[in-house]
């Protein structure tokens, strides 16, 4: 296991988290990492930041030609392309050894194998921003006969190093984890953007307003996923009656804020499912 070679076609934020996360848990130089981007010639801040510890080529070829594990990380709508790019170039006995894995939003299992032809190699992840600290979330979706995959044990064996194993779901699941642990995080921002700036405006330090904000979130979930308890408890908790938690909680039910974070939720959810129909109408 400790041989298997993993390559990220994309070396953009989100690997980059995962790789930060990796390397906290002192675990990235016992890997074999190789990732291909337009850039990797002229921009070496990567290979800085991980101590030389993973190979860099600006071809995708390259890649695949060298590695066990492929991960797409790149944008929606450059996958089909950089698809074609390596079927053109590379062995295609060679590809159907691979184990492919696409994290990117909507993408289905059916629309990358109709453009890779590899048969069942082929499975999806969804993981979140939050494994950089080693708090991250992730599922993975794939056909059954991968379970006793050596790759795919390998793979999971690396994100449960930096994050939370919900299940081998549906696409359809897994789509709803797409909005929910994906987005969750810049959802999550705009909460405490808002009762820092609350506090701001009522006279705290933006430095201080900010730094409580972040840290009261991070409590209260501590709280949550230590305890088991149903928010609506956390939240009677600490309602005294006519104090002021209540006054304020009365404000955010008037602005209807639990109907806007579902509508958000949903609204993601919807749009990974427009982007899944979008990528299959370009397999015709
Ligand atoms: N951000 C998240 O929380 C999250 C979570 C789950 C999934 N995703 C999905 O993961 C994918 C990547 O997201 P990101 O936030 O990491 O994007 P990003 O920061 O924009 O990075 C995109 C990467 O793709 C590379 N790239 C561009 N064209 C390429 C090509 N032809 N071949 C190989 N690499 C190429 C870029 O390289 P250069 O810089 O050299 O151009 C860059 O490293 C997206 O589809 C996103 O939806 C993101």
Not at 35 to 60: G, Q, V, W, Y
Request: hydrophobic share 40%; aromatic share 6%; glycine share 6%.
């Amino acid at each position: 296991m400790e041989n298997i070679r993993i390559g990220f076609i994309g070396g953009g934020r989100i690997i980059q988290a995962l790789l930060d996360g990796l390397n906290e848990a002192d675990y990235l130089d016992k890997m074999h990492i190789w990732i291909s981007c337009p850039s990797a010639e002229d921009d070496k801040s990567l290979l800085k930041r991980f101590n030389n510890t993973i190979h860099m080529t600006t071809s995708n070829t390259v890649l695949c030609n060298n590695c066990d594990i492929v991960l797409f990380a790149v944008k929606a709508k450059l996958i089909k392309s950089v698809c074609q790019e390596i079927i053109k170039t590379v062995d295609h006995e060679r590809l159907k050894n691979i184990l492919f894995i696409s994290i990117i939003p909507g993408l289905t299992i059916s629309t990358l194998n109709q453009w890779l032809q590899t048969g069942e190699n082929i499975i999806r992840i969804m993981y979140n921003v939050n494994v950089a600290k080693r708090n991250g979330s992730y599922a993975i979706s794939s056909p059954k006969t991968n379970d006793n995959n050596p790759l795919q044990i390998y793979l999971k064996s690396i994100f449960d190093k930096v994050a939370y194993f919900a299940g081998n779901v549906t696409e359809t699941e897994l789509d709803i984890m797409c909005a929910l642990i994906g987005s969750g995080p810049a959802f999550f921002c705009t909460a405490v953007e808002g009762l820092a700036d609350g506090a701001v405006k009522a006279g705290l330090s933006r430095q201080l307003a900010n730094t409580l904000a972040a840290r009261t979130m991070l409590g209260c979930a501590d709280i949550l996923v230590s305890s088991s308890k149903h928010p609506a408890e956390l939240k009677n908790d600490i309602s005294t009656p006519a104090g002021t938690t209540i006054y304020g909680l009365h404000e955010l039910e008037n602005k209807g804020v639990r109907g806007a974070y579902m509508d958000a939720l949903m609204s993601a959810f919807n749009r990974a499912q427009t982007m899944a129909d979008q990528l299959a109408k370009e397999t015709k």
